[in-house]
Every structure is written in C-alpha cells, then in structure tokens.
C-alpha cells in the first residue's frame, strides 16, 4: 500500500472538540502599542507599558486561558537599529523568538503613517518564511474611519511589495476594548493542536522578581521619560516574609535598587526633599501588592552604574 494515500481524520472532522495550545509573538517598532495589547488580552497588567520606546526589556509572556485554547504572547522588545551593545542583545532576543512562536503579530498604530521604521520591521517578517503573520492596526480609537481605511489599505500593499501575504490584519483599539476577543479568535486557529502547557491560574511565568523589578521601573520611568529615558535598570535584591508577622497579617520585604548611569541622575530619581523617590516606592508598592495578594514593605535605593548600557558585564549584572 503506498504510504503517501494513508489520511487519519483530525479531530475537527470527527466532531471532538479540538484545544490548540501554542505561542504568539507581537512586534513592531517601539512603541505601537505591543505591550498594552497583550494586558489587554490577557485581563491582567503582566508587560510594562510606557510612552517611551524600548522599555519591555525580558522577553514577557502573558498567558490567555481559553476553553479551545491557550494563547502564550511573547513580548519582545521593539527591533530598532541598534546604537548600543544593549540594543544589539536586544534585537537577538527579538530573531530568536520570531523564529520560535507559532503566529507573528505585526502592530502598526493607525494613527501613524508606516515609515522607515515598520518597512525595516516588515523587511525582515518577510525573510522568516512558514510563520504565518498577522498585521494588527492598533490605537484605531485615535482615528476616524476614512485614516483607517488608508491605513488598511496601505498594511496590505507593504506585504505585497515584500512578497508575502498577511494571514489577517485587523483593526483593534485595546484601550477601548474593540475587538481583542476577535484578535484572539483570529490567533488561536493558526495555533498547533494540543493540551495546556501552562497551569489554569498562570498569567505569565515571569520569576515574580523580574516583574516587581519591571513595575519599579516604570514607576520611576512615570514623569521622567524625557530626561531618563532609558538609563534606568531596576535589581530587586532580596524577598523576604518579615519573621515576626502572626500568619494571618503577613508582610514581605522588598529590597530593590535603581541603577542610573551618572551622578547627576541621582537628583532626578530622588526629586527635592525625596519627594519623587517616595511618590515611586507608594505606586510601585500598590501595584506589587496587587500582583502578589499580601502586604508588602519595599525599600529603594538609587545607585549609580556607570554607562551600564555599553559595559558587557554591568549588563550581565543587571541580568541583560
């Protein structure tokens, strides 16, 4: 019997209800809105999100828990035209994944023409071959319809030009909550069949310390972006229960530092009297509360690392 005639029925044709488990990734220049999509998808702030690009530093994974599936977005970092050490390792970190997840999610805001920087991006979807890509224009609630109608139009002719053609492109606003439940029912059939990789109550597997450390961060990022835009690494030193807590009122101790690349940084960090400073420590701390459900102590210090961007071993001390 030739081998070649030999075809089993897939679950969907035998009517069982089929689960599709697998990886999807966003990407796009900096800033167009990666991050914010995939809170919004997952129900649940996991990425840090900023008005300044390049600030999703580690590769963070939001997990969308589904009855016919499980969707696990990798957030990498903006692909830009490196100037620094860090952002060659950062752009490594993006190739590396693109070539692993199973769909890729182009985001293109709406509310600005596609330039040099998206073309660079598109340039290099176009060379990864079997991933199917699908374009998502977000930010739609900044526009009206006649803008999203041309944007559309030219998302479509970019993957003409390069050869390829997009699974999908669709619309999406997620700070109005337009349509990220039918970008997810979009994502999941391009998705491999299969169980669950992930525990039911798992939002993402970042360690629990490199998410306080990003919610610090961009704490300390709020109202300095322009001065400090990205000079700020945050270490979170140690996590420790207070010994004589009675069980029923716990208390976690926190011990963080936020490294900054010159002196004269320090003032900016710190603000008059250690003003600013405090205003970090009582945001950061609402937020790390909410993530971890118990009562936490944090204790900040700002130090000073000196061009840690360029010098290969601060950045691996910095875990870069």
Known sequence: ??????????????????????????????????????????GQKVAITANQPQTTRHTVRGIVHREDAQLILVDTPGLHKPR??????????????WAEVDVIGFCLPANEKIGPGDRFIAKELAGIRKT?????????????????????????????ELGFEWAEIVPVSAVGDKQVNLLADLLVPL?????????????????????????????????????LPHSIAVVVEEMLPREDRPADKPLLDIHANLYIERPSQK????????????DVGIKSR???????????????????????????????????
Not at 298 to 305: C, F, M, P, S
């Open 267 to 278: 003032g900016i960090i710190i603000g008059p009297k250690g003003k600013r400073l405090k």
């Open 191 to 227: 998705l491999p069949e299969g169980p669950a990789l992930y525990p039911e109550g798992d939002l993402t597997d970042e360690p629990e310390q490199v998410m306080i450390a990003e919610l610090i961060r961009e704490a300390a990022l709020e109202g300095v972006r322009d001065e």
């Open 132 to 160: 199917p890509k699908i374009a998502i224009v977000t930010k739609t609630d900044l526009v009206d319809s006649k803008t999203l109608a041309e944007q559309l139009i030219a998302i479509d002719q970019l993957g003409k």
């Open 1 to 42: 019997m030739n081998a070649m005639s030999v075809r089993t029925q897939s679950s969907e044709e035998s009517g069982a209800t089929v689960h599709r488990a697998g990886f999807a990734c966003f990407v796009g220049r900096p800033n167009a809105g990666k991050s914010t999509l995939t809170n919004a998808l997952v």
């Open 286 to 320: 609402k937020q790390i509360e909410a993530l971890l459900g118990t009562p936490v102590f944090l204790d900040l210090h700002v130090k000073v690392a000196k061009d840690w961007q360029r010098d290969p071993k601060q950045l691996r001390r910095l875990g870069f």
């Open 84 to 97: 620094t050490l860090l952002g060659e390792r950062l752009n490594d970190i993006v190739r590396t994944t």
